[in-house]
């Protein structure tokens, strides 16, 4: 259950922060998947200290797709205004 609310609040947090003036464009997914992996990978590893790989994981990569996709799209917004 932890694991589905955890899921559920990451994705309702990026759809919140992502600017809806530009599409979303290829910065705003890589950022998303780099951040995830990263942040997931970070995050078990520290989890891993405290005996808790897999929430260590999943929060990682949570918060890491979230800055990642915000990151991105604040680039990708850039681009989009600078052409228009």
């Not at 990451?10 to 979303?24: D, G, I, L, M, S």
């Not at 200290?49 to 990708?76: F, K, M, P, Y």
Request: aromatic letters at 4%; proline letters at 2%; charged letters at 10%.
């Amino acid at each position: 259950m932890k694991h589905i609310l955890l899921i559920t609040s990451a994705v309702a947090a990026t759809a919140f922060f992502t600017n809806c003036t530009a599409p979303a464009g290829p910065s705003t997914q890589s950022g998303a998947v780099s951040g995830a992996l990263l942040g997931g990978l970070a995050g078990g590893v520290i989890g891993h200290q405290s005996g808790r790989t897999t929430e260590g994981a999943l929060l990682g990569a949570a918060a890491g797709g979230t800055a990642g996709a915000v990151i991105g799209n604040q680039q990708d917004s850039r681009r989009y205004h600078h052409r228009h």
